[in-house]
């Protein structure tokens, strides 16, 4: 009688201690959210594949660390903050998530950026883009991942403006992020010696740019800029070329692209055409190692950038969760910025005080057909800027968060 007492004392103190070091988890579950669009403009460089991505990223975590218990959901922002935003609340509020990733569609990441720091809950960006995230409207709570408007312009935008195309004419997608790119990369045009001689908004998302491209063919400026993503890309470059832009001796800047969009387009619209990127299957690898086994569980895609960095930051917000023994939003996110980075995918960094994730950064030109050697070999690789001078200095960004 003595002994099964003991015995089941025991075994009380030892759920004890287990409950002990869960204490600190909400609901003995860490839940993320991914919040993206899963079936417009947007779909296919995150949607679904983001999904896939935060749930290989929990797996490779669980395979060398179990003391968590951790789910994965998944909804469509449809591009509309509103709608990102009541989607976070309940999610935040009613449904225990603890972190939401992805958020392309920088109006939604802006939204929800907000929505994590009132609720004190993490926010990790990978596909959301404007500069801004890390800038006026950073906050402790909030991670930005993969890319941003300043590294894209800084990137492609200077590299452009050195090899000749000093006159541009902006296409931007009429919200948030068209905004900040087309603000950031008139900038380094400008500072790098160039010209702006014209500017056109479209709707967001739009399918039909005919009246802008004339716009911009009539300008007679040697780069057309794209200042928006995805579908919007795809099509406006598809439309350029019925309308014989290039052939007219004007050329394209995708300012926005992604492996899914030279995809869609096919080497033979796409080639030649140059832009900035912080991720490619087959830079190294591990990249390679990596991207094949999310290619076997994708119908055979590769991962975009964008779906690579919600692989990585999830993985890093794991080991932070794990470390600072909490699922509170702005404890893990100071974690996440003391604990160096280190994953397959990005290789060795670090986040800053201002939510910046800092990496290397890669200036492609996509190959001609004769080039490739078989599907997705679509990049070859011009340029490669180091991490610190590959995103926005700190002091220069307004982020509240760091002191001056």
């Not at 939204?111 to 409207?137: C, F, M, P, R, W």
């Not at 890669?362 to 080039?371: A, C, I, M, T």
């Amino acid at each position: 009688m003595t002994f099964k007492r003991k015995l089941i004392s025991t075994a009380a103190m030892l759920a004890l201690s287990a409950g002990a070091a869960h204490a600190q988890i909400s609901g003995n579950v860490v839940k993320i959210g991914v919040l993206n669009d899963q079936s417009g403009t947007y779909a296919d460089l995150a949607g679904p594949g983001s999904t896939l991505a935060a749930k290989m990223a929990v797996e490779d975590f669980m395979a060398k660390d179990k003391s968590l218990k951790i789910e994965v959901v998944f909804a469509d922002h449809q591009n509309k903050p509103d709608v990102g935003s009541q989607i976070a609340r309940k999610w935040f509020d009613s449904d225990g998530v603890d972190v939401i990733v992805d958020l392309p569609t920088s109006s939604v990441a802006l939204a929800v950026n907000q929505v994590a720091k009132e609720k004190g809950k993490a926010a990790i960006i990978s596909t959301g883009a404007s500069s801004d995230l890390t800038g006026k409207a950073c906050t402790p709570n909030t991670v930005h991942w993969t890319y941003d408007t300043w590294q894209l312009a800084n990137g492609t935008g200077s590299a452009i403006v050195k090899t000749g195309g000093d006159t541009w004419f902006f296409l931007t997608a009429d919200y948030a992020f068209g905004h900040a790119l087309e603000r950031d990369t008139e900038a380094v045009v400008v500072k790098s010696g160039g010209k702006v001689l014209g500017k056109v908004r479209h709707p967001f998302p739009s399918s039909d740019f005919s009246s802008f491209l004339l716009q911009a063919q009539a300008s007679k400026a040697k780069i057309i800029g794209l200042a928006n993503a995805g579908a919007d890309t795809t099509n406006a470059i598809k439309q350029a070329a019925e309308f014989g832009i290039v052939k007219g001796g004007q050329n394209l800047a995708g300012l926005l692209v992604f492996l899914t969009d030279v995809h869609a387009l096919g080497l033979e619209k796409a080639q030649g055409l140059i832009f900035t990127e912080s991720f490619y299957w087959d830079l190294n690898d591990q990249t390679r190692a990596w991207s094949k086994r999310y290619a076997a569980r994708h119908g055979g895609k590769m991962p975009s950038m964008g779906q690579a960095g919600v692989y990585a930051g999830v993985l890093h917000y794991l080991k932070a969760v794990a470390a600072a023994k909490t699922d509170d939003g702005t404890k893990v996110v100071a974690k996440m910025k003391e604990l160096p980075t280190d994953d397959p995918l990005f290789g060795k960094g670090k986040i800053r005080a201002d939510g910046r994730k800092i990496h290397d950064s890669y200036l492609f030109e996509v190959k001609k057909p004769s080039e490739s050697k078989g599907p997705w070999d679509y990049y070859k690789l011009r340029a490669t800027v180091p991490a610190e001078q590959a995103f926005r200095p700190m002091e220069q960004g307004d982020c509240p968060l760091v002191k001056k």
